[in-house]
């Protein structure tokens, strides 16, 4: 970020008399911002490339291309008459939107975000989810920077501090120009600073800098700020230091440091640009400054790691205590100790027991989280062999194991205890046990004694205790000892002219076996997934409170809890399979720890989740449930229903991609959706639909169902219009007469309609009507009465039910004669044309017209440019009722084009047109 500094200056071009902020306000006179932001960019080897509006009032077009790349970019916002230089990013909901951090200076009214404005939402001009919009303040974009390129070196958003030797200085101070920072190559360090925040909290803090090292490798440092000098000097920054071993708050009363380097400590830094110093203007007071300048890291060999020990020499069984002397020692680094005799321990500053003669090697290793150190001092601890003692113990026996934690002590001091040893011995131990052999070959006295002091502990020094004293050369404790814990022992006996001392003696109270302690899984992690087969299993190990107790560890492996098989049962804590795994499958796996008394424990997780998956595969096809094959959907709005998926690879996730598609339509529509169930858009109605189902994974493997078609039917209809082709109306006929007409169609799906032919007498009387019914095809042969009149119709009758009469549900005139010959004895008393039958038609229509008298007839069809299409009649024909077929062709046999056409008749003195439309 590039940032204002100068935030109490006196005035400001609107007026406002003081810019506090974590940015400050910009003037709109002088000075060449933009040009010094595209600079900053371009020193740290980007290209930046400023960016004007196409004219003086922008809309803020000239951010939409920055934006929609998904990247930040820097832009000079205009709010009223002040200018802001901001840091820009940001869609939210799918709407452009600047997200940035900017509490305008004191401009702390309605239209304005508000000053604590840290990551504040601001709309897209014309748009508003509740958030501030910057339009209603009267604002626009100067200009932008468009930077590409490779993401710099990490660098701190104020201070670049690849130039830490260097530090900056305030090149040129607002307002006279634009306030920019030079490198600093001599001199001191000045005008760095903000005002102090009221609020000592770091997470809303107003201004801050961040200072990111790029460092040549991971190591130990040491962190400096240079404080620069000026008035009013806060006495509480605070410094947040992000090491590899946490977060560190450091204080620093910069009005006594001022102008000098202060140290903030020594840490271990990791060199991946992860971890940074922080300092914000929050200090829980106001009207101070916070100043801030260059910080530098100066690497330091390693932290020193060193130790010592309460004593380096002595007989066995020797206690010593060891002290860590470490210089840098976060809470959450840990501690390795090796003894130099097989043993170890965890502890910062453990206690320790040496057994054996010998000479002993000690190590101690601090792990950090990045790093680890260690130290050794050779030769440290030399033990000697155990001291014989002046006279003998006899019970409990060195290096036994008690099982009970009120044990009886025993020991022989003089001749007298040893002839009563065997009758005091068996008073204790109980009938059938076996009695302790005493033997020594210490030479027994016979002076009086005055008392026995009993050292018991778990130490060999017996420093942390007060022994007990007894008058007889035995002791059982009334308090219990510590179960599973090692002591020793030892005895003094005082007489009136000296102090004998036995050996120390060492035990274990184990009154009853402990299970193995818990213990933890190291691979495979819980609902790893693997592409190996062949697995292998690693585990902690497991300790048991029972000295010298043995553990051994059973492996259990199964694709269902309540079915797990044991697959390695011994003492190491890793297994490697040999048979491999199923894949595609999870599979749980754990550990028992089992001692040799049977006790067993379990890891601490339980049941660990496994998954094994070698490669990715597809999803499987999914079944599609409804609509189904070949249905009517009477709702414009189906609901499509499939089976879930299923993907063979364990936990992948899967969406469906929901495509449908109207029969011969350009167009597939297509619904992403996570869910088997899915409600359409409307759709058509009378039409034929297919669907089909993709299913998709994580990896964007995919499978199809199969295809399904369907028909959308809302409700029924009634078959469509059609006609009759003969005979025409009004004409004659044998009493065989043939009906033929033109096949219906009906507007519903998969609706076949079948017909009907319905003639009588005397069409005013249905109950005389006579039916011809579920005709399949488009004629019929009816023997009629001779020397009759018919009225007659054809109805298409769909499954519904629902009937469609030809000619427009006109009925015909028949007259039927056994010889053809017309029985009607009138003639036409005039000449008519009437209109064609149907209208519009395809790919015929009947014409009809009647003639009073004998007479040369023609009868033409125009198009609509008056050019003739095609003579049906040119010929004299005698007096009566006459019918032409069209057949939509013209005088060449060629199908016509559809639209209008006209029809002409001319018969004698006669003449008419009439109009159709022929309908492709």
């Known amino acids: 970020m590039y940032r204002e500094t100068d935030y109490n200056s006196a005035s400001s071009p609107n007026g406002h008399t003081a810019g506090k902020g974590g940015y400050g306000y910009m003037w709109g006179t002088g000075g060449t911002p933009n040009s010094k932001m595209a600079n900053y960019y371009q020193f740290h080897g980007l290209t930046a490339t400023q960016i004007w509006p196409s004219s003086t009032t922008t809309t803020w077009n000239i951010a939409t291309a920055e934006i929609a790349n998904g990247r930040p970019y820097t832009m000079c916002v205009w709010l009223t008459s002040s200018g802001h230089l901001v ?13 940035f951090n900017d ?33 209603s303040a009267g604002s626009g974009i100067p200009w932008c920077i468009s930077v590409t390129g490779h993401k710099p070196a990490p660098a701190d958003t104020l201070i670049d501090d690849l130039q830490i030797n260097n530090g900056f200085y305030l090149h040129a101070k607002a307002p006279s120009t634009m306030a920019n920072w030079r490198d600093k190559k001599t001199g001191g360090y000045n005008n760095h600073f903000w005002w102090t925040y009221t609020t000592a909290d770091a997470v809303i803090d107003t201004g801050y800098a961040v200072w990111t090292p790029n460092l040549p490798q991971t190591g130990f440092y040491e962190v ?41 400590g020594k840490y271990i830094f990791e060199n991946d640009g992860t971890q940074n110093i922080r300092l914000g203007d929050g200090t829980g007071v106001r009207g101070k400054k916070i100043v801030f ?35 840098y020692a976060p809470e959450n ?13 965890s502890e910062s500053n453990p206690k320790h027991v040496y057994q054996e003669k010998g000479i002993y090697t000690v190590t101690l290793t601090v792990n950090y989280a990045a790093v680890s150190y260690s130290t050794s001092r050779t030769a440290l601890i030399s033990v000697g062999d155990p001291l014989n003692g002046d006279f003998p113990l006899v019970i409990p026996e060195n290096l036994s194991q008690i099982s009970t934690q009120t044990p009886l002590f025993f020991w022989i001091f003089t001749e007298q205890e040893q002839i009563k040893a065997g009758d005091v011995l068996a008073s204790f131990i109980p009938k059938g046990m076996k009695i302790p052999t005493i033997a020594s070959n210490q030479k027994l006295t016979n002076v009086g004694i005055e008392t026995y002091r009993l ?5 060999s020094d017996f420093s942390d205790v007060a022994p007990a004293l007894v008058d007889t050369n035995f002791y059982k404790p009334d308090t219990a000892l510590i179960e599973n814990a090692n002591y020793y022992w030892m005895v003094e006996a005082v007489t009136l002219t000296d102090t004998s001392r036995s050996a120390i003696w060492t035990f274990n109270i184990n009154s009853k076996n402990s299970p193995p302690q818990t213990f933890t899984l190291i691979s495979p992690y819980p609902n790893d997934l693997s592409e190996s087969p062949l697995m292998t299993f690693c585990w902690n190990e497991s300790s048991d409170l029972d000295v010298g107790d043995e553990i051994t560890y059973q492996l259990r492996i199964g694709k269902v809890i309540t079915d797990m098989q044991i697959v390695y049962s011994g003492t190491a804590t890793s297994c490697a399979l040999t048979q491999p795994l199923n894949d595609n499958s999870v599979y749980y796996w754990k550990v028992d720890a089992i001692d040799r008394s049977g006790a067993k424990t379990e890891n601490s997780e339980g049941f660990v989740r496994l998954i094994i998956n070698q490669q990715n595969e597809p999803p499987l096809p999914v079944s599609l449930i409804t609509p189904t094959d070949a249905s009517v959907e009477k709702d414009l709005v189906p609901k499509f229903y499939w089976t879930k998926g299923i993907d063979p690879d364990p936990d992948d996730k899967i969406r469906y991609v929901h495509n449908y598609w109207i029969k011969d339509g350009a167009r597939i529509y297509t619904t992403k959706c996570d869910t088997n169930t899915l409600k359409s858009k409307r759709m058509k109605d009378n039409s034929q639909y297919f669907w089909t189902i993709q299913t998709v994974d994580f990896d964007s493997a995919y499978s199809f169902s199969d295809t399904l078609t369907f028909y959308t039917d809302a409700y029924p209809e009634a078959p469509k219009a059609f006609a009759t082709v003969s005979p025409i109306n009004e004409s004659q006929s044998g009493v065989n007469a043939t009906f033929v007409w033109h096949p219906a169609s009906d507007p519903d799906p998969l609706d076949f309609p079948t017909y009907q032919l319905v003639y009588s007498k005397d069409w005013s009387d249905s109950t005389k009507y006579n039916y011809i019914k579920n005709i399949p095809d488009t004629s ?6 001779n020397d009759s009149e018919i009225y007659w119709l054809v109805e298409a009758v769909d499954k519904d039910g629902l009937k469609t009469g030809a000619n427009g549900n006109l009925p015909f005139h028949l007259v039927v004669s056994g010889t053809g010959i017309d029985v009607r004895q009138a003639l036409p008393r005039r000449f008519a044309l009437y209109p064609n039958y149907p209208n519009p038609f395809n790919p015929t229509t009947s014409i009809r017209y ?16 008056g050019k003739p299409v095609r003579l049906l009649v040119q010929k004299k024909e005698n007096a009566g009722y006459k019918s032409v077929v069209w057949n939509g062709k013209d005088d060449f046999g060629r199908p016509v084009s559809g639209g209008v056409y006209f029809y002409r008749l001319e018969a004698g003195e006669f003449q008419k047109t009439g109009k159709m439309v022929l309908v492709k």
């Not at 019929?780 to 009465?785: F, I, P, Q, Y």
């Open 87 to 99: 840091l820009g990013k940001g869609v939210v909901e799918g709407q452009h939107t600047m997200i």
């Open 103 to 135: 509490p305008y200076g004191d401009k702390n009214k309605p239209g304005y975000p508000n000053y604590y404005g840290f990551g504040a939402k601001y709309d897209w001009p014309g748009y508003n989810h509740g958030n501030v919009n910057l339009a």
């Open 224 to 264: 400096f700020v240079y404080i620069p000098s000026t008035d009013n000097q806060t006495d509480s920054a605070k410094y947040v230091v992000n090491h590899s071993d946490g977060m560190s708050e450091v204080w620093i009363d910069q009005a006594t440091a001022a102008g000098n380097w202060v140290s903030l």
């Open 293 to 327: 300048d260059a910080v530098k890291f100066v690497e330091l060999d390693q932290p020193v790691v060193a130790f010592d020990a309460n004593r380096y020499s002595g007989n066995a069984p020797l206690t010593v205590e060891f002290n860590e002397m470490v210089e």
């Open 333 to 345: 680094c840990s501690w390795f100790w090796e003894f130099g005799d097989g043993e170890t321990s």
């Open 455 to 459: 050292f018991i502990d778990t130490d």
């Open 780 to 785: 019929v042969v009816v023997l009629l009465e």
């Open 850 to 865: 009647d003639l009073p008298n004998d007479a040369f007839v023609r009868l033409q069809i125009f198009d609509m440019l």
